[in-house]
């Protein structure tokens, strides 16, 4: 009986130090059965898209960073309006200007034909945003899988959680620091924005205003960024757009960083150092961007009975 009595105890001990299905945790392996050929639907999808506009890479990429800030990596920045949800795509920082939810509507119906009502929006968002990296370039990294869909979004928390073009160091290290992401994390991920084009909106008074920027550069830009009008003029954001790069710290080294915010990370403040580092070590910031966006996708996720797989990504099931 004592030896039967200690079995149970064990038995029950091991068990309750299993992850229970509504804590679980993300795993590379989530859907090595489920659904197998999972990542080469995704990867040849995303290399249709990229093949066909350089700059899906990068807003894609924008859409994933957009969703993770806004109460975790949930696929809540995919929920169009409806009578009874107000989403998050036009929130300030997403209205005009996130785009890609194509590439995933389209993803998502691969996927689903391959496995269906299977695999998450937000775990699709998570591989092609790392898809569209490699793709441009980057290194690659293994995107932990698991996550589920939220059924809710929150305009409010995509108007205040998200840093936008005219931040200061100090709001930036203070945003992602309420995220759970160093300073360091800040700068390494801020190099996201080595790839991809900006409105003139977004920019138009750092090129104006600011005095931390370089003449030529500024001159240059303001050719299709007029101080009134053209809000929706495009400009690269660093000199290799189409590429994933190191570019973007050394831009920001010679002052020629487009967004307000950039320059911050090389204006005389605590990031100096490592935007010289970057700017001249490539294989670092590729490295140190990959190992940051595996942490930018541990946001919050939500698992195992939390939240659901949508069957469509544009609206809850």
Known sequence: MASLAKFLVVTLLAVSLLPSPATAQLSANFYSTSCPNLLTIVRNAMTQAVNNEARMAASILRLFFHDCFVNGCDASILLDDTATLTGEKNAGPNRNSARGFQVIDTIKTRVDAACNATVSCADILALAARD?????????????????????????????????????????????????????????????????????????????????????????????????GGDGNLAPIDSTPARFDNSYYRDLVARRGLFHSDQELFNGGSQDAAVTGYSNNGASFLRDFAAAMVRLGNLSPLTGRNGEVRRNCRRIN
């Open 132 to 228: 569209g990296v490699v793709l441009l370039g980057g290194q690659t990294w293994t995107v932990p899988l698991g996550r589920r869909d939220a059924r809710t979004a929150s305009q409010s928390a995509a108007n205040s959680q998200i840093p936008g073009p005219s931040s200061s160091l100090a709001t930036l290290v203070n945003m992602f620091s309420n995220k759970g992401l160093s300073a360091r994390d800040m700068t390494v991920l801020s190099g996201a924005h080595t790839i991809g084009q900006a409105r003139c909106t977004t920019f138009r008074q750092r090129i104006y205003n600011d005095t931390n920027i370089n003449a030529a550069f500024a001159t240059t830009r303001r050719r299709n960024c007029p101080s009134t």
